[in-house]
């Protein structure tokens, strides 16, 4: 498999540029990407210390370093570009051309997309992941009145990362109840969950990635039996089904991926 040293470069937290490349590297599966994250780069010094590294690299391996940069200062972003690399600017490939269309400079201001410029939005992000972690694995069912979705599903199918993502990302009042053995010993909806209908998004998994998962933290209880997991798996399924809940199988999937399925099919809307 080929090989390729590869750099993410910003002038901040690099998140954005980190998320683009791994997007784009993700295309092409025949090579292996050995990826560094380099942030903060902000000063001259740092940066003519880094072209020094990336210099020696590209020597050594015979071989261009591929650098996807987010930088916000020319001279910055200019030392490295003249370095022995291949340089990907992530902002000048579409700064350039919204200015053009929009006959506006930008602000080229460093960390616009990850700061806390509304303190207002930041709160209400915070309170949406505090939300989540309060009526996280069924506590504070209470609470549900407030929800904007409520997922459930049998224990490790991926409720709390997917409620978080859904809090941290775009602000998503997300709680989750567990689907546990007494809920599943018929096909009706627990008695928690029923005023809550119309927010419920069901996940489901794989049984036998669920046993995978589970045998990973509890190797020998019955929790984590085959014969558990295939009968919880069927059972909230079947809850699904009876009461009409939409659901997603999350086996293949990422938190992303889900995150986006439960936005798109229950017609949410991003709220930060």
Avoid: W
């Amino acid at each position: 498999m080929q090989k390729r040293t590869t750099f993410v470069i910003s002038d901040r937290t690099g998140l954005t540029a980190e998320a683009l490349c791994h997007s784009l590297l993700s295309q092409f599966p025949s090579v292996q990407f050995d990826i560094e994250n380099l942030p903060f780069i902000d000063t001259l010094e740092k940066a003519q210390d880094l072209v020094t590294t990336l210099n020696t690299l590209a020597e050594q391996n015979n071989q261009k370093p591929l650098v996807f940069a987010t930088l916000v200062n020319d001279d910055i972003r200019k030392i490295i570009a003249d370095g022995n690399v291949v340089f990907f600017d992530l902002f000048d490939t579409f700064i350039d051309p919204l200015e053009k269309e929009l006959n506006i400079e930008s602000s080229h201001s460093v960390g616009k997309s990850h700061g806390v410029l509304d303190f207002a939005q930041y709160s209400a992000r915070m309170s949406a992941v505090n939300f989540a972690m309060t009526t996280d694995d069924g506590m504070e069912t209470d609470h549900y009145a407030r929800a904007d979705v409520v997922v459930i599903g049998a224990s490790r199918s991926g409720k709390t990362p997917t409620c978080l993502y859904l809090s941290l990302q775009f602000g998503i009042f997300a709680a989750n109840y567990p689907l546990t053995a007494p809920d599943l010993e018929n096909t009706e909806m627990p008695d928690a969950l029923e005023p809550y209908r119309n927010k419920l998004f069901g996940l489901t998994i794989d049984p036998y990635r669920l046993q995978q998962i589970r045998q990973a933290r509890f190797s020998g209880d019955t929790y984590a039996s085959a014969q558990t997991c295939q009968f919880e798996v069927a059972q909230t399924e079947a809850i699904y089904r009876a009461a009409g809940v939409p659901y997603v199988n999350t086996t293949k999937k990422s938190v992303e991926e889900i995150g986006a399925y439960i936005l798109h099919k229950a017609s949410l809307r991003r709220k930060i």
